[in-house]
């Protein structure tokens, strides 16, 4: 018992402690950090979910400007006159 105390160390009578503070300090931050990830998993998995909307978005407003521009007859000679509507 003299000697724990002479190394710094707390002596207990027949209790060792279930983990050290250098140990919950490395369980916390551990735990800390796959919070995190799953966080940033989470925040991927709904910005891809968005951009998949925005492509949706996009390509229903292309086809709805070509069928626009076909029934105003405007559509002759634009780079996208091969381009059919309904194949959107």
Same mark, same amino acid.
Request: aromatic fraction near 6%; glycine fraction near 4%; hydrophobic fraction near 35%.
């Given at each position: 018992?003299?000697?724990?105390?002479?190394?710094?160390?707390?002596?207990?009578?027949?209790?060792?402690?279930?983990?050290?503070?250098?140990?919950?300090?490395? $369980?916390?931050?551990?735990? #800390?950090?796959?919070?995190?990830? !799953?966080? %940033?998993?989470?925040? /991927? =998995?709904?910005?891809?979910?968005?951009?998949? $909307?925005?492509?949706?978005? #996009?390509?229903?407003?292309?086809? !709805?400007? %070509?069928?626009?521009? /076909? =029934?105003?007859?405007?559509?002759?000679?634009?780079?996208?006159?091969?381009?059919?509507?309904?194949?959107?």
């Amino acid at each position: 018992m003299e000697a724990s105390k002479a190394a710094g160390k707390w002596c207990y009578d027949s209790h060792e402690p279930d983990e050290t503070y250098e140990q919950r300090i490395a $369980r916390l931050a551990d735990e #800390e950090h796959q919070k995190y990830l !799953a966080k %940033v998993e989470e925040m /991927k =998995a709904r910005q891809a979910n968005t951009q998949e $909307r925005v492509v949706q978005a #996009e390509a229903v407003a292309f086809a !709805a400007e %070509v069928k626009r521009r /076909k =029934a105003d007859g405007t559509f002759d000679g634009s780079p996208h006159a091969g381009i059919n509507p309904e194949a959107l």
